[in-house]
């Protein structure tokens, strides 16, 4: 915040209120497709209107979501539990997550 706020001149109103928003909305994307990818491995396929759903719930989740490590898991869990899909597969997708978490946060 102070290198945009003083090194950029960026007003302090935009910058408090657009990062968080740009940092929270940049893990959705693994954890739109781990979800997408779960649901193929149960044989299930989403429509239109399930993926605007499943968009609009995992900003909802990440909005609330804290900033921890492997945090995209629970919001896994939480998205496959209100859209309907199976929770037992999440094990599949653990080893797979935990290399782009330690990536993401690297990143971060």
Known sequence: LKCLEEKNFTDPKITRFV??????????PVT?????FLFQ???KTLDWGNLLVMTFTLILLAVGAAGIPQDNLILIFMAMSILGGSTE?????????W???RFGCFTK
């Open 19 to 28: 990062l968080p928003i740009g940092v929270t909305i940049k893990m959705l």
């Open 32 to 36: 739109f497709v781990s979800i997408l």
């Open 41 to 43: 491995l149960e044989g």
């Open 89 to 97: 597969n999440i094990v599949k997708v653990i080893s797979i997550e």
């Open 99 to 101: 290399i782009m978490d």
